[in-house]
């Protein structure tokens, strides 16, 4: 059973975006003398070593950064309580939760060395991406930082800051992170990694542990609150309570159903999964651009093509332009339409940008999409920065936009939508099709009904809808489900 720990939602609630600093301590002694003194302070190596596995209650508040209605605007967030645990011995990982707010439901998430899945009001799912996920997490748990930081493999080296703050450079096989200890106390204070991010160029994420408090009867001390920030804004903040050391973890709480496994990519070397894009025909001319979570559409208009979204990573639209290059040589992608700033579904646009290609957006998209461009991105370096005319190849759509001419050709239409409001659907005449993200009702970002209302408005005569996200759908349905929604009220 899933309790609602109030004092804990108390204390998410409380959380807002922001910067947060730990406290100063100074750089006195040698890199192993700092992670010997903070693994000292957890309790003590032997302490460590003994914690086979560890299970909490845990409430968290997540700000979902990148889903802004618009720029500058607070991000939506959702509250979820529940149980994880985690298991250092199998490198698996489980967790039950409950979320709260917006919607409520229940899921389950499952991570082993093997495959992850989802499971939401009882509909499982593959994750593939969970696996190097999960692996990840379960390192940079303070105890496995500080154990990790101590093995032979590792690199260290010494880091100091404004106030004396003692840092450790931890290099090892898998990772590279400036590990931070409290002056006062010696423990774990936070860490910090640099990671390529195709909205933010540069990425600094720092979790920050707060609170360290006993468990147990034993030695073994744990942070009772865990904070994220991503480029100093505030992702994330966890509370803690009830830990549980070395919990009896059966193999069943662990397992994932073959028809699931059978559905996860494997993994390559870097414990990335690989990129799969397929393009199915939805008319003459026309793809759908699948193979994932985020789709596209390809409308070749002749000697070039126009594609309708740039989702998900830099390396979706880069596998996305591959493809098309392969099965349409004689026709180049010249032109991207992004539908909306959401980081989900403009995380390409900076890979469309590198290719050269003209990318359109809603005119409230086109300074925010400029400053991505702009931003340093070292790790991953795509040169677009440096590109003096990088922001002419951002064009601005107001009210609509014709593209093309004959059988393929499009308009680009503004849809007024709650859920952001730079929103630009993609509306195939002579084919009736229409291409949104995000405003289907199956997603449940917009009623069927003002679905229905904004195309008869527009004079737009659709006989099937092909989105971001999903199979396309016959319009009747959306119709049906208007008429539904219309008797219900």
């Not at 290099?171 to 774990?188: I, K, M, N, V, Y």
């Not at 390809?298 to 093509?305: E, F, K, R, T």
């Not at 009904?449 to 408005?457: M, P, S, T």
């Amino acid at each position: 059973m899933i309790r609602r720990p109030r004092a804990l939602l108390l204390l998410m609630l409380a959380a807002s975006p922001g910067s947060a600093s730990a406290q100063d301590a100074p750089a006195t002694a040698s890199p192993r003398a700092v992670v010997e003194r903070g693994l000292a302070a957890m309790g003590g190596a032997e302490a460590a070593r003994g914690v086979r596995s560890l299970g909490v209650e845990f409430a968290t508040v997540v700000y979902q950064l990148g889903q802004e209605v618009r720029p500058g605007a607070r991000p939506p967030f959702f509250l979820r309580t529940g149980t994880q645990v985690w298991d250092y011995a199998g490198r698996r990982m489980a967790i039950e939760a409950q979320t709260w707010r917006p919607l409520p439901s229940r899921q389950r998430f499952v991570t082993t060395t093997a495959g992850g899945m989802a499971v939401t009001d009882g509909a499982q799912a593959p994750q593939p991406a969970m696996p190097a996920a999960g692996s990840r997490a379960l390192r940079q748990t303070p105890l496995q930082l500080l154990t990790n930081a101590l093995a032979s493999d590792a690199s260290l080296r010494s880091m100091t800051r404004a106030g004396g703050q003692a840092g450790v450079r931890v290099a090892t096989p898998h990772d590279t992170l400036t590990l931070w200890f409290d002056r006062a106390g010696g423990e774990l204070a936070a860490i910090e990694e640099t990671t390529d991010d195709p909205i933010l160029g540069d990425r600094l994420t720092r979790t920050e542990f707060l609170r360290w408090r006993p468990v147990g009867d034993g030695p073994l001390r744990l942070p009772s609150r865990v904070d994220v920030l991503v480029n100093g804004v505030l992702q994330a903040s966890t509370g803690h309570d009830r830990w549980t050391v070395n919990p009896a973890l059966p193999d069943s709480l662990f397992a994932i159903p073959d028809s699931i496994a059978a559905r996860s990519p494997r993994l390559d070397a870097r414990g990335d999964a690989p990129v799969a894009v397929r393009l199915d025909s939805v008319a003459p001319g026309v793809w759908h651009v699948t193979g994932g979570s985020h789709h596209s559409l390809a409308v070749v208009q002749g000697d070039s093509i126009v594609l309708v979204e740039a989702p998900l990573s830099s390396a979706r639209m880069e596998a996305v332009l591959d493809t098309l290059r392969a099965r349409f040589p004689r026709s180049p992608v010249r032109l991207a339409v992004n539908s909306h700033l959401h980081w989900d579904h403009a995380s390409g646009v900076r890979a469309a940008l590198a290719a050269g290609l003209t990318v359109l957006t809603h005119r409230a998209n086109v300074e925010p999409l400029r400053r991505v461009a702009a931003r340093p991105r070292t790790l991953r370096p795509d040169g677009v920065e440096r590109r003096a005319g990088v922001a002419r190849q951002i064009r601005a759509v107001g009210d609509s936009l014709v593209a093309g001419r004959g059988a393929t050709r499009l308009t680009v239409h503004h849809i007024p939508t709650p859920h952001t409001d730079g929103m630009l659907g993609v509306y195939l005449p002579e084919h009736r099709i229409l291409f949104t993200s995000d405003v289907a009702p199956t997603r449940n970002r917009w009623d069927a009904a003002d679905l229905v209302r904004w195309a008869e408005r527009r004079g737009l005569v659709v006989e099937r809808i092909v989105g971001g996200h999903g199979a396309p759908t016959p319009w009747a349905e959306m119709v049906a489900a208007a008429a539904g929604q219309a008797a219900a009220r």
